[in-house]
């Protein structure tokens, strides 16, 4: 089953590619409070339809570039 992560596309200027940063919510180890860690994926976006702003749905996949391996699933 492959990985899916919700997120909100921060970069649309490359040509079939945005970038989508994701938050999550984790618990420190020592001090047992909650923080927000965010990560950036690459994702490929076939047609370009996707803009700056947009919440999306990412799906692992194969490696389709160097650092890019999600592909846009469908917008929220």
């Known amino acids: 089953m492959a990985k899916k992560l919700k997120g909100k596309i921060i970069s649309d200027l490359?040509?079939?590619t945005v970038t989508?940063?994701?938050d999550r919510y984790t618990?420190?180890?020592k001090y047992k409070k909650?923080?927000?860690m965010s990560s950036k994926y690459k994702a490929h976006d076939e047609t370009n339809e996707h803009k700056?702003?947009?919440k999306v749905i990412i799906e692992?996949?194969?490696p389709?570039?160097?650092d890019k391996h999600?592909?846009?699933l469908k917008k929220v």
Do not use: N, Q, T, W
């Open 14 to 16: 490359m040509d079939k």
């Open 20 to 22: 989508v940063l994701v």
């Open 27 to 29: 618990k420190h180890p």
């Open 34 to 36: 909650y923080i927000r």
């Open 52 to 54: 700056a702003g947009d």
């Open 60 to 62: 692992e996949c194969r």
């Open 64 to 66: 389709i570039s160097k």
């Open 70 to 72: 999600f592909k846009i």
